[in-house]
């Protein structure tokens, strides 16, 4: 496949850089300018275009002929970035490629995920201090997922738990809703979330889904998860 990552230059997105190269992709990068350095390792090895991911020409001319993308949509700034970026993904990708995108678990489609009060006190502390000194706004993260919620591609949009580095532990399990015993753990390493990212690319199942993910190895995985 011919894959765009939007926002390649961070965590995730070097992640996904390497694991969509592994797997054989020609891949094109999206990050700021002042970040293309972060991409020096995979120099010759994929195409970058310098740009705000929020900027509609960047991501046009980024997107073009791509069979998939991958996007990391981050809530910094309070200039809608999150939302300008899915946006300008959703209008310019070619009819019928796999889009997916990176949020956490307090992005909840239908209403029907069940929070732990931890997850609730952060979202409601942070979200209001982020929004006073103007450094994050969630409520953007929360409108890009709703417009591609509505949207008539074909989206996935990947929930990640709390995060943590280290080796892969391989192919995190997910569930549909924040509160089935599965996730209980709430966590998962980066390397894994990029690792579901990638694979989302090649999986038809994942079409129309929110899957909220957590590591295989964690507890509440190797008691709940169904086997295979
Ligand atoms: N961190 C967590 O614990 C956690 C938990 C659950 C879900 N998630 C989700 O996982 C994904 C990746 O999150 P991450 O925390 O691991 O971050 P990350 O991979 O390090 O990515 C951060 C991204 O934000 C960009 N960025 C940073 N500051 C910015 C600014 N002021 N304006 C615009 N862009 C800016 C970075 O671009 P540059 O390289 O140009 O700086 C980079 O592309 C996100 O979708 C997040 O919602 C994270």
Same mark, same amino acid.
Not at 22 to 40: F, I, N, T, Y
Not at 91 to 115: E, K, M, N
Not at 128 to 145: I, K, N
């Given at each position: ?8 230059? @961070? ?22 300018? &002042? ?15 310098? @740009?705000?991911? !929020? ?24 200039? =809608?970035?999150?939302?300008? *970026?899915? =946006? ?19 992005? *909840? &489609?239908? @209403? =029907? ?6 997850? &609730?006190? %952060? ?25 591609? %919620?509505?949207?008539? *591609?074909?989206?996935?949009?990947? &929930? ?8 892969? =532990? ?15 753990? !709430?966590? *998962?390493?980066?390397?894994? %979330?990029?690792? %579901? ?32």
């Amino acid at each position: 496949m011919k894959v765009c990552i939007v926002g390649a230059s @961070g965590k995730l997105g070097r992640y996904m850089v390497r694991q969509a190269l592994d797997r054989g992709h020609e891949v094109v990068c999206v990050c700021r300018p &002042r970040s293309v350095g972060k991409l020096d390792e995979f120099k010759g090895r994929v195409g970058i275009v310098p @740009g705000a991911t !929020n900027d509609r020409d960047v991501i046009e001319k980024a997107v073009a002929g791509c069979d998939g993308v991958l996007v990391v949509l981050v809530p910094w700034g309070v200039q =809608q970035y999150a939302t300008g *970026t899915a =946006q300008a993904v959703l209008d310019f990708a070619q009819p019928g490629a796999r889009l997916i995108f990176s949020c956490g678990w307090h992005i *909840t &489609r239908d @209403g =029907q995920d069940v929070y732990p009060r931890s997850l &609730r006190v %952060f979202v409601a502390v942070f979200g209001w201090l982020a929004r006073l000194a103007r450094f994050a706004d969630l409520d953007d993260q929360v409108e890009a997922c709703r417009r591609v %919620f509505a949207s008539e *591609t074909r989206w996935t949009v990947v &929930r990640g738990s709390d995060l943590e580095e280290g080796e892969s =532990q391989g192919l995190p399990v997910w569930s549909r809703h924040v509160g089935d015993p599965v996730l209980k753990s !709430n966590l *998962t390493r980066r390397v894994d %979330f990029a690792l %579901f990212m990638v694979a989302a690319l090649e999986s038809d199942d994942l079409v129309h889904e929110a899957p909220a993910i957590v590591g295989c190895r964690s507890p509440s995985a190797l008691e709940f998860a169904a086997p295979g």
